[in-house]
């Protein structure tokens, strides 16, 4: 079974543009979420979406934006890029929510800014 | 203000021994915590899970406790293995309108032959 797909695996990007980063979760998973994760830290959350809907929302500005397709795929949007935004971005899926079930990983989109 | 600490951020270990890598929460609230291993160029990949209502839980090499008085838990695994080299994330999932989980920054872990 194919588990979490992002794409693309590497983007470079410079100061101001935007970036659309894609998530494809596992088959039958409703639930979508997006980190953040720079060097030396651990994955801080972004975005989670169920059901075409947002959850829940991290501390980021609203340069980060965020959707659900109706087949559950996802897609994370990211204006006015900074430096700061370089970083490997995360998609997990997990079935529903609220029931103590791990979410899955994919292995991420690295956004390098110049 | 970080909710989730890992304080080591190394660990050494024999081919054989036990590893044991610790975490500590802040947040009561807490109900739910993972353990995510991480291999370079790849995505946290999961490895076990508690729930709060219980203080072990066990899966072939790895046995999570938790210790919810003191806000602490940690991952036991035995025997380690040079292949259980990588980055180790302890995560606590937040109830409060999501599932967003709280990562630790991460402990890494070394096995040597």
């Known amino acids: 079974d194919a588990g979490v797909t992002q794409s693309p695996t590497h983007l470079i990007k410079t100061r101001g543009q935007h970036v659309t980063l894609r998530c494809s979760p596992i088959?039958?998973?409703?639930?979508v979420s997006w980190y953040q994760q720079v060097l030396g830290q651990g994955p801080q959350f972004i975005f989670q979406?169920?059901?075409?809907?947002?959850?829940g929302r991290g501390n980021f500005p609203d340069r980060f934006s965020a959707r659900q397709f109706p087949n559950y795929s996802s897609e994370l949007n990211v204006n006015a890029l900074l430096l700061g935004d370089s970083a490997l971005y995360l998609c997990?899926?997990?079935?529903?929510?609220?029931?103590?079930?791990?979410?899955?990983f994919g292995d991420g989109t690295r956004l390098s800014i110049l | 203000d970080q909710q989730v600490k890992q304080n080591s951020p190394s660990l050494s270990v024999q081919e054989g021994r036990i590893s044991i890598l610790n975490c500590d929460y802040t947040?009561?609230?807490?109900?739910?915590f993972l353990w995510y291993k991480k291999y370079p160029a790849e995505g946290p990949t999961f490895l076990i899970s508690?729930?709060?209502?219980?203080d072990k839980n066990e899966d072939g090499r790895f046995t999570v406790f938790l210790n919810k008085s003191a806000k602490h838990l940690s991952l036991h695994i035995v025997p380690s293995q040079p292949g259980d080299s990588a980055v180790y994330f302890c995560?606590?999932?937040?109830?409060?309108?999501?599932?967003?989980?709280?990562f630790g920054k991460g402990t890494k872990l070394t096995v040597n032959p």
């Open positions: 947040n009561s609230m807490f109900d739910y």
């Open positions: 508690i729930s709060s209502i219980k």
């Open positions: 997990a899926s997990s079935l529903v929510l609220f029931s103590n079930q791990p979410q899955h």
């Open positions: 088959s039958g998973h409703k639930s």
């Open positions: 979406y169920y059901e075409k809907e947002e959850r």
């Open positions: 995560a606590a999932s937040d109830p409060g309108g999501s599932e967003k989980l709280v």
